[in-house]
């Protein structure tokens, strides 16, 4: 028996559709943020921004790796969302950090490496948990964190 193809055609799960933070973006390189580890950097978040509506968008860089995914246009960011970095206590070397959107307070859903997921309270832009911490991206522009 033959079965149709399911071609989702939808917009919202078009992985083409290129988001548009205002009207007429221009974005523009604005500042890098690097990740390191006894002095040493293992990454990289490079910042973007567009000149029109200021909104910042931010691209996850591990050292040696070029990007992972293909992004069209900058990756979405909401009102009211921080770019941060989360620092996991639990894993070592590139596993130890991974570029998030905070919420101002709440509870933000974590991947781990082995897959499963860990709930994490989320206040004032910062994760509040015994093995994980965070620090806002634009609080560290051209600067390098140590994690
Ligand atoms: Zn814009």
Redesign the pocket.
Known sequence: MMQGLNITKSGENCMGEIY???EN???TYFAPVNINIDERTIGTVDVWR?A????KFCEEKQLGIDSITDIVGMPRIEDGEKWGVIVSKLQKGKDKWKLVKLKQSGIIKYETLDEKILELKIEDYKIVDDYHSSFLVEDHLNKAVEI
């Open positions: 548009k933070c205002c973006p221009q974005i567009c029109v509506c200021k909104k």
